[in-house]
T-cell receptor
Framework: DQQVKQNSPSLSVQEGRISILNCDYT??????FLWYKKYPAEGPTFLISISSIKDKNEDGRFTVFLNKSAKHLSLHIVPSQPGDSAVYFCAASAGNQFYFGTGTSLTVIP | EPEVTQTPSHQVTQMGQEVILRCVPISNHLYFYWYRQILGQKVEFLVS????????KSEIFDDQFSVERPDGSNFTLKIRSTKLEDSAMYFC???????????FGSGTRLTVV
């Protein structure tokens, strides 16, 4: 039972354009959401988070949007850079345990 | 910047053998976790640990698995009798508060042959 879904396994974007990564969840009890970035052979790196009391959180080039009614969150990267090429995981929690999506592999083309 | 350190980076073991994966969480963090990722699949939660005891564990974390914080710095994951399907990347993580984002280690690749 996959409670967090990332339906796009891969995404290619031109350098300088916007990257939009999407994530859907099923559990309405989730109240905290995170995005992680993962390079090959490394552990996931925390990127940005949002709690359910907010609908937007911004950190530099990264913005996370939360639509609770649609149980959907997205990560926007503007402008995209080649160094952003990695696998992006969204994760959600309703307590001490996080549920991860399967990841979206982002390729930023120079 | 503080890091979560995992050793070894790669471990090869024979089926049925015991393995211990080691982690040194960030020193002022109180919550510790093990996750794993089987090649090509999603990152899966194994166990969380707080105040010297397991606070949550998943169905994956059966009697073959155990965790320990033997001293003030190390956090270990033991697999008693490894199976081929235990082959995966194992990530240790910690955070200062359960509601905050994690700091992950770089992982240990476990290969069971």
């Amino acid at each position: 039972d996959q409670q967090v879904k990332q339906n796009s396994p891969s995404l290619s974007v031109q350098e300088g354009r916007i990257s939009i990564l999407n994530c859907d969840y099923t559990n309405s009890m989730f109240d905290y959401f995170l995005w992680y970035k993962k390079y090959p052979a490394e552990g996931p790196t925390f990127l940005i988070s949002i709690s359910s009391i907010k609908d937007k959180n911004e950190d530099g080039r990264f913005t996370v949007f939360l639509n609770k009614s649609a149980k959907h969150l997205s990560l926007h990267i503007v402008p995209s850079q080649p160094g952003d090429s990695a696998v992006y995981f969204c994760a959600a929690s309703a307590g001490n345990q996080f549920y991860f999506g399967t990841g979206t592999s982002l390729t930023v083309i120079p | 910047e503080p890091e979560v350190t995992q050793t070894p980076s790669h471990q090869v073991t024979q089926m049925g053998q015991e393995v211990i994966l080691r982690c040194v969480p960030i020193s002022n963090h109180l919550y510790f976790y093990w996750y794993r990722q089987i090649l090509g699949q999603k990152v899966e939660f194994l166990v969380s640990f707080y105040n010297n005891e397991i606070s949550e564990k998943s169905e994956i974390f059966d009697d073959q698995f155990s965790v320990e914080r033997p001293d003030g710095s190390n956090f270990t994951l033991k697999i008693r009798s490894t199976k081929l399907e235990d082959s995966a990347m194992y990530f240790c993580a910690s955070n200062p508060d359960a509601s905050e984002g994690y700091t992950f280690g770089s992982g240990t690749r476990l290969t069971v042959v």
